[in-house]
């Protein structure tokens, strides 16, 4: 049984491997000119990259995978965004498992300041007990991608751990080096907050502020863009906008992590993330659970719709109809013009499966820091296209085994 099932891994993980798949995408795209003409004809089509990976099933409910690209480039760079959060919330999840603390996941979290710029945390009353967690911070993230939550993950598993794991999975065109949203660059990037856990009033870890000596460099095309930016003060700076010192997340590694994290088992025991089986339960129901079905923390209209952070296949409309069949496991990001997801959708009546990963940016006056980007109008129409037209692609593909998707069924009803 044991030579059996590392046949499967061995025979998967090559599958996997094999060469990407570069007609497939750019003819289905140009079968749709209404839809994607816009963005072929763009002089950059819109630094859209695209990577769609069939899932196949065989008789033993082993997924093998085949990847179909368009566009593809993992030395031009893209502004990550908040993406760059699951792989942090994972190494978070990593981090307390290897502290062995019981209950640390959900125990009080207090953030403390130790270096300039640094702010502390004490509350959260989002949290059912009004306390901020390492778990409610994760639902957070997943939920409605909440900047500060990830800032705090960020703090408590360190710049120098989280660019350790990323290059112990092989991750190697990706760098986590910064906080989100607060303006982290240079010095402060380096310091992270020092943090304690409390059950009740008890004190159960304390981790001291930590210093990350390293840096991190990488040279990517693209980094420098555009033709100006407004400063801090919001004075126009007639110079292209320097992404040089920024978060790289290729689009191949977006998807590695989501493989690894959804289909573990198709990975050799040690390539695989250090999470219990209760971890991933916890990930892929907050991945898949729309805002508005959560009690703590609370998303309501008109901040928040059931597909907010549902990029492929809903774009950004609230009042769209939700196909009940389907749920989407997925990261967005959202920054700079660059609109981008990662996503697992799955149609449980049709037996549908299928992983999806895409960027596309729209900035047409070449202007950084000025909030006029063409989200509504470019980047989450595509997205939307995108991921109708693919799963309308998957609905009629033949498999000669169906998918058995029972692990990814949650009662979104039910508290953890």
Known sequence: MLRLSTFFILLTLQTSAQKTDTVFL?????????????????????????LYTQIDRDEHNVPHFHSYSFNLNPNRYFYPASTVKLPTAIFALEKANQLKIMGIKEASMITDSAFAGQT??????????????????????????????????????????????????GLNQTRIIGRLAVGD??????????????????????????????DYPMELENMLQGKGYLDSHDQLVNKPFDFREKNVYTIPNQQ???????????YPKEQQFQL????????????????????????????????FCKFLFYGSKKDTTINPNIRIFNKIGDSYGYDIDNAYIVDFKNKVEFML????????????????????????????????????????????????????????????
């Open 357 to 416: 990963t895409a960027v596309v940016q729209s900035n047409e006056d070449g202007i950084y820091n000025d909030n006029k980007y063409e989200y509504e109008t470019v980047c989450l129409p595509f997205l939307k296209n995108l991921g109708q037209v693919i799963y309308q692609q998957e609905l009629t593909r033949q498999k000669k085994h169906l998918p058995n998707l029972n692990k990814f069924k949650f009662d979104y009803g039910k508290k953890d």
């Open 26 to 50: 750019e003819k289905l795209l140009q079968s749709k000119p209404e839809l994607f003409g816009k963005i072929l004809q763009h002089p950059t089509k819109n630094e859209v990259q695209i």
């Open 276 to 307: 219990k089986k209760e971890d991933y339960q916890f990930l892929y129901k907050y991945m898949s659970m729309y805002p508005t079905e959560s009690d703590h923390p609370k998303y309501t209209s008109p901040d928040y719709w059931p597909t």
């Open 185 to 214: 660059a240079g010095e402060s990037t380096k310091h992270t907050n020092p943090i304690e856990f409390f059950a009740g009033k008890r004190s159960i870890y304390k981790q001291a502020a930590q210093y990350d000596v390293n």
């Open 256 to 266: 590695e992590v989501l493989k690894r994290l959804l289909f573990p088992e198709v």
């Open 120 to 169: 502390k945390v004490s509350i959260d009353t989002s949290a059912e007990n009004g306390l901020p967690s390492i778990s409610h911070y994760i639902k957070k993230i997943l939920l409605v991608s909440d900047n500060d939550a990830y800032n705090r993950l960020y703090e408590f598993v360190g710049k120098a751990e989280i660019n350790q794991k990323l290059k112990k999975y």
